[in-house]
């Protein structure tokens, strides 16, 4: 509980909806280089870093290297865009060192968490990105 409400992003979360998210989470652990999501795989899950780093990489076409985009640390969050339209996972993740993730299924994600602001509207996509996601939102919207 204590280290939920010390996530940045979950300031606004009651009481009552951080014990909800405390009971349903799981903590996975990660060694380092293991692949916690793939890019283009299918996800239905939601990751809060509570110990470690995580890389995300992510491949613009099929036969390029995959770009590194961001480390991302203990209170960072990732995995919501997978929960949001289709359920195609948009970058790769993977561990940097020990690593350990509170993770929350979809169906609790979207009950508790998917409604904040800064949850669902990621800012630091590249327009390329950006435009995909849009499109796609648009689409499963119709
Ligand atoms: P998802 O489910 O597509 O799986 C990969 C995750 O990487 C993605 O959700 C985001 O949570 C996370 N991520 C972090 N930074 C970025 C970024 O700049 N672009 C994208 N597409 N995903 C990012």
Redesign the pocket.
Known sequence: MEFLRSVPSFQSLTEDVLSKVADVLEATHYRDGDYI?R?GAT?DT??IISEGQVK?T?QTSANEEPVF??T?SKGD???????KGED??????TAVGDVTCLVVDRESFKQLIGGLENVSS?V???DE?KGK?EAEAAFFSM
């Open positions: 999501i890019q996800g939601f990751f995300v992510q985009l961001y991302l969050w990732f995995g919501e865009q997978a929960l195609v996972r948009t970058a790769s993740v990621r630091n996509d590249s990105v996601i």
